[in-house]
């Protein structure tokens, strides 16, 4: 058989718990004809997503590699990536820097693996990469069952044709142009509705007191507990609540915990979600703040760029990873309801990237302890900020 030298690589992987039983999948496709070249998926034991993310790229790399075994890669070799991580194709592209431990080494591997080619990637909606999210499942089910994935088994490539998101879908060198204003737009399916609800009360909410994830991680406060049931109360009510998500902090995880009992549904932690970290300022006030670090206190106030004292977090670094987190929460999630519960800055982040306004809008929105707001995510990668700040249930 004459192979091609362009190759498409669809790639995926999962985690059943964040870090749980995770796996991956890639599948290998001929460009001019569409023919799939080659599958391949495993189980890889207890990871979280981005490990399976990786993980799914060099494996599909290496597909490319096996294929073209009987010869040089060399130049010549184009190969387009494309993925439904954008954090694994904005690493890969040099967009966003590689932070994570666990990340680095399995980047450096997929860098390494096909020498000489031209690699490119490209972020595709989840409903965009059916078949390679097939395979992904796949292996972690076979997993589950204390086996191995096989190839003669996999119904992956069938599956994901038959699909209705994946015929209706445009040709991926094609994307949706997001269309804006009261024009006539394209049926883009539901959108991933996430619906952001802060936690309740600690001790230190009344008191305006800075409360970060640099802290004491406090638990919520009698009056917090009670919003937290006033919510799920709510929400078993509203009925529209499908997955619950939750910062990884003790206030949120005891918010979320309320809900999740009321609906009978598992909470997922998403460490991006996480309260910006306050550093020397956590615990103190802001007029404590103004007293001991005033000219921080100022450089704060004045640039996103500026970090409390002590080495906390800046507002452009809780925007970069709260933008991943909400990245993958869509694209996880497209056409569900999603309960997010988190804190004061990711909150108020995410509306303002939904808006597109300037980072100074953050001092400009007020969000009251157990308030809810939402926001929906489009496959055209338009937002619709739907609620801000509601308190009804609590009244």
């Known amino acids: 058989m004459s192979l091609p030298r362009r190759f498409v690589i669809e790639a995926d992987g999962g985690s059943r718990g964040n870090p749980g039983p995770a796996g991956y999948g890639a599948v290998v496709i001929d460009p001019d004809t569409g023919e799939t070249l080659a599958e391949t998926a495993e189980y890889i034991g207890v990871a979280t997503n981005n490990v399976a993310e990786y993980k799914g790229l060099v494996a599909g790399l290496r597909a490319v590699g096996a294929l073209l075994a009987d010869g040089p890669v060399g130049t010549g070799v184009r190969v387009s990536v494309r993925m439904d991580s954008k954090l694994v194709v904005e690493q890969m592209s040099g967009r966003w820097k590689i932070k994570h431990p666990d990340m680095k080494p399995l980047a450096a591997e997929a860098a390494a693996v096909l020498p000489g080619a031209d690699i490119t990637y490209e972020w595709i909606p989840r409903e965009r990469n059916k078949h390679a999210d097939r395979l992904a499942n796949e292996a972690m089910d076979a997993g589950r069952r204390g086996g191995r994935w096989e190839p003669s088994a996999s119904t992956a490539a069938l599956d994901a044709s038959r699909s209705p998101e994946t015929a209706a879908a445009p040709p991926a060198s094609d994307p949706l142009t997001p269309q804006m204003g009261w024009g006539s737009v394209p049926d883009l399916g539901a959108p991933a509705t996430l619906v ?32 937290a049931e006033r919510a799920a109360s709510a929400f078993a009510a509203r009925g529209t609540v499908q997955e619950i998500v939750s910062s990884p902090l003790r206030r949120c995880r005891e918010t979320a915990g309320a809900v999740a009992a009321r609906l009978g549904l598992e909470v997922r ?37 500026a970090a409390p004292t002590g080495g906390g977090e800046s507002f452009t670094e809780v925007a970069r990873r709260v933008a991943v ?67 009804s249930h609590l009244r």
Do not use: C
Request: hydrophobic letters at 40%; aromatic letters at 8%.
């Open 196 to 227: 952001l609800l802060r936690h309740g009360e600690t001790a230190l909410t009344p008191q305006k007191r800075f409360s970060g994830s640099g802290g004491t991680d406090p638990a919520l406060s009698p009056a917090g507990l009670d919003q």
């Open 269 to 305: 932690v998403e460490d991006g979600l996480r309260e910006t970290d306050f550093g020397a300022w956590e615990g103190l006030t802001f007029g404590e703040v103004r007293e001991r670090y005033g000219d921080d206190l100022d450089a704060w106030l004045a640039s996103p760029d």
């Open 325 to 391: 987190a909400r990245d993958g929460l869509v694209t996880r999630y497209a056409g569900r309801t999603v309960l997010v519960v988190t804190h004061v800055t990711p909150i108020k982040t995410l509306v303002r990237l939904a808006l597109g306004a300037p980072p100074e809008a953050l001092f400009r929105m007020e969000l009251s302890a157990a308030s809810v707001s939402s926001v929906a995510y489009y496959a055209d990668g338009n937002a619709s900020v739907r609620l801000l700040n509601d308190t």
